[in-house]
């Protein structure tokens, strides 16, 4: 069983920066990709980022590429959300996920991962 924990939210002016963190245990962690995603309010949970086990590769939504960055440290099985220049637009919980299987490297999908976190509130202020 994988378990997930998020932390690193908080409130931010626009055009600041904050990291969040995706703390992993359990077993089957080990060797899967993991998912950032976030949920605004009155919004469906859309695809942030994913990073795959090694690092080695990643996939952004197009809304946060050039902002965000996803990275990971296996040794301390963290997944990072580096996020630069927010916008009120980003205003939202996150989340962090891990990807239920291998063939589904690339999805956007909620569905295509597993094993939750309780999520983190990011609030950016204008």
């Known amino acids: 069983q994988v378990q997930l924990v998020e932390s690193g939210g908080g409130l931010v002016q626009a055009g600041g920066s904050l990291r969040l963190s995706c703390a992993g245990s359990g077993r089957t962690f080990s060797g899967r990709a993991t998912g950032w995603f976030r949920q605004a309010p009155g919004k469906e949970r859309e695809f942030v980022a994913a990073?795959?086990?090694?690092?080695?590769?990643?996939y952004y939504a197009d809304a946060v590429r050039v902002r965000f960055t996803i990275s990971r440290d296996n040794a301390k099985t963290t997944v990072y959300l580096q996020m630069n220049s927010l916008k009120p637009v980003d205003t939202a919980v996150y989340y962090c996920?891990?990807?239920?299987?291998?063939?589904?490297?690339?999805?956007?999908?909620?569905?295509?991962?597993?094993?939750w976190g309780q999520g983190t509130q990011v609030t950016v202020s204008s």
């Open positions: 996920a891990a990807l239920r299987a291998a063939s589904s490297w690339g999805s956007r999908s909620n569905a295509a991962f597993d094993s």
């Open positions: 990073i795959i086990w090694s690092g080695g590769n990643t």
